[in-house]
């Protein structure tokens, strides 16, 4: 008569020794899994934090497509990583040795002796610009830069397969859309700029860039330019 529940208690004892997973011990397993294939990703994530001027930046391995990167980055500025003067001061360094650059290739192509001239004022006047900016900005505490755009790249590249009037072409009407851009660049700065220095810096030197533009006007109607 104790047969019965003898076999009974065995069969708990059993079950208690090999218990069925339970729906939310499955559920603590996934989670496990997931934290771990996480931990994984990261590890091997080829996507870095890029810190410029004191904010992070996402930068990705690949920079076949990548957008054009240059930091514009103020740490003077409450609350803003950009601001219009930091990108001001990015934009003419970058245009000056973009100015430069062009100069240099044309004066080792062109005969022309007008081409050559302005050329020549070019590398003189922008380069002296370019030195004085960087000190404003050094001054400022200002992080910046002088990288050039993917499509000022892209039009040296085509330059350097260039000789004669296409070289002479292009070079002419790049300086004309460049000083077109900077004269009216420099005007705002020098009135809206809430740097006294930047104010300065771009009202002294706005005669001169108007001066440039008419150099280039000049010479892509064939007319003789003016000195400066």
Same mark, same amino acid.
């Given at each position: 008569?104790?047969?019965?529940?003898?076999?009974?208690?065995?069969? *708990?004892? +059993? /079950?208690?020794?090999?218990? #069925?997973? !339970?729906? $939310?011990? %499955?559920?603590? =397993?996934?989670?496990?899994?997931?934290? *771990?294939? +996480? /931990?994984?990703?990261?590890? #091997?994530? !080829?996507? $870095?934090? %890029?810190?410029? =001027?004191?904010?992070?930046?996402?930068?990705?391995?690949?920079?076949?497509?990548?957008?054009?990167?240059?930091?514009?980055?103020?740490?003077?500025?409450?609350?803003?990583?950009?601001?219009?003067?930091?990108?001001?001061?990015?934009?003419?360094?970058?245009?000056?040795?973009?100015?430069?650059?062009?100069?240099?290739?044309?004066?080792?192509?062109?005969?022309?002796?007008?081409?050559?001239?302005?050329?020549?004022?070019?590398?003189?006047?922008?380069?002296?610009?370019?030195?004085?900016?960087?000190?404003?900005?050094?001054?400022?505490?200002?992080?910046?830069?002088?990288?050039?755009?993917?499509?000022?790249?892209?039009?040296?590249?085509?330059?350097?397969?260039?000789?004669?009037?296409?070289?002479?072409?292009?070079?002419?009407?790049?300086?004309?859309?460049?000083?077109?851009?900077?004269?009216?660049?420099?005007?705002?700065?020098?009135?809206?700029?809430?740097?006294?220095?930047?104010?300065?810096?771009?009202?002294?030197?706005?005669?001169?860039?108007?001066?440039?533009?008419?150099?280039?006007?000049?010479?892509?109607?064939?007319?003789?330019?003016?000195?400066?």
């Amino acid at each position: 008569m104790y047969k019965l529940p003898i076999f009974c208690a065995l069969a *708990l004892l +059993g /079950a208690c020794a090999n218990p #069925t997973t !339970s729906a $939310d011990d %499955t559920d603590k =397993g996934k989670g496990s899994q997931q934290d *771990l294939a +996480g /931990a994984a990703t990261g590890a #091997t994530d !080829s996507t $870095d934090a %890029t810190v410029i =001027g004191g904010t992070a930046e996402a930068s990705g391995t690949d920079g076949l497509n990548a957008p054009d990167q240059r930091p514009a980055e103020d740490p003077k500025a409450p609350g803003a990583a950009v601001t219009p003067d930091a990108n001001f001061a990015n934009n003419t360094l970058a245009d000056g040795t973009f100015e430069i650059q062009m100069a240099q290739r044309m004066l080792k192509d062109s005969k022309d002796a007008n081409v050559r001239q302005f050329a020549q004022q070019m590398i003189t006047d922008h380069t002296k610009v370019g030195d004085e900016l960087r000190q404003i900005t050094k001054a400022e505490g200002m992080n910046v830069t002088d990288r050039l755009t993917n499509e000022q790249t892209g039009v040296l590249n085509q330059m350097e397969k260039l000789t004669g009037k296409p070289l002479q072409t292009m070079y002419i009407t790049k300086a004309i859309e460049g000083h077109e851009a900077a004269v009216s660049t420099f005007a705002t700065i020098a009135e809206t700029s809430s740097r006294p220095t930047f104010k300065t810096f771009a009202a002294k030197h706005l005669p001169a860039l108007k001066m440039h533009l008419q150099m280039a006007k000049d010479m892509q109607a064939g007319k003789p330019m003016m000195k400066m």
